[in-house]
């Protein structure tokens, strides 16, 4: 199958955000051994000394992290590809809007983990927001 | 890249389904200023007078309401591209799951958030998941 | 709208991996029946007896499950769909990948759910991922 560049620019940074993503559950799952705070029973006897606790503050936070990116994420991969495969934007325009929302995420991220002050995380969240909004609507005004 | 019918009926749909998904987590962060209610420290010094809790009963309801999107919204829009790309649902039965699937979640969203009494909340859910396996089985059923 | 072999075999795993992950919510919803804990008051209301509580035990391990089921099938249908499309792997390749992980992610979930000694969900999670990273880092080589 051949891709044209709107559609391979959105495989390419598809590739880049699936893979934050995928890697982001084990950051949690080395963020519970290291506080030594497990979710499961079966998980504390295996990982001798561990306490099996929903509530460190350290391991929520890196989990309300995650779910943030997957809220985000997920909505951006859909639409990246509407956006491409409609042809509502063009190669440059998929490439602008993946890069300004990947440096976003990837921001956020570090601000989250961080505990960097708002509106640090705030702004980072927004703009990543915005992208996604202003691709939806493109789609819908471009098909209408 | 030119779409068939079949496929931009679901470039349509799932613009809008997304564009519901992605401005979900501002709803959730609205309410939070309005309960003066926050998940984090950070935010709790920047918006003064808020308390660090996840346990606010409106809150954790607007909260269950958007993970309740994104646990069958997500599956619809990687079920509607493969029923009408693998050609198991023509253009005018994407049209109609479409249609079908996003009257129920949006009515989903305002039964929860408004508190509306059983069995509406199950009904407009079950209906969201007849789309789904309905999908799935089509096209599972066309490659077989 | 012609498929390819590689794509066709990207749209039959999806099917079933979304299907199992659609699934998944009314299997939490049918738990919380049987244990008679409920998350709304209106359900309480409407099932008679269900006491509202976010902390029983079966209930939130099958909502731990259900989570990490979204947070790594839904990477790998983005994944499997661009590494099927950029052209990084062929039916062979595809098919393969898909295989092992939906066996690991039904590996996992009956783990989970059946509360199995460590490390057998360790090993099961471990799996899944190391094919959403593969898929990520060849289609990322391959477009580079």
Redesign the interface.
């Known amino acids: 199958?051949e891709?044209?560049a709107?559609?391979?620019a959105a495989?390419?940074w598809?590739?880049?955000l699936?893979?934050k993503?995928?890697?982001?559950?084990?950051i949690v799952g080395f963020t519970r051994t290291k506080r030594k705070v497990v979710?499961?029973?079966?998980?504390a006897?295996?990982?001798g000394g561990a306490t099996v606790s929903?509530s460190d503050p350290v391991v929520?936070?890196s989990r309300?992290a995650?779910l943030?990116d997957?809220?985000?994420i997920?909505?951006f991969?859909?639409?990246i590809f509407?956006y491409a495969?409609?042809?509502a934007g063009d190669a440059g325009c998929v490439t602008l809007v993946s890069q300004i929302f990947t440096a976003a995420r990837f921001i956020h991220t570090i601000v989250y983990l961080g505990?960097?002050?708002?509106?640090a995380?705030?702004l980072a969240?927004f703009t990543g927001?915005l992208c996604?909004?202003y691709?939806?609507?493109k789609?819908?005004l471009h098909?209408y």
Chains 1, 2, 3 share one sequence.
């Open positions: 199958m891709l044209n709107a559609l391979q495989v390419w598809s590739a880049i699936l893979l993503l995928a890697t982001f559950g084990p979710a499961n029973e079966e998980d006897k295996f990982k929903t929520e936070r309300r995650h943030n997957m809220e985000n997920i909505p991969i859909g639409l509407v495969i409609s042809g505990q960097v002050r708002q509106p995380r705030a969240f927001l996604n909004v691709m939806a609507v789609v819908l098909l």
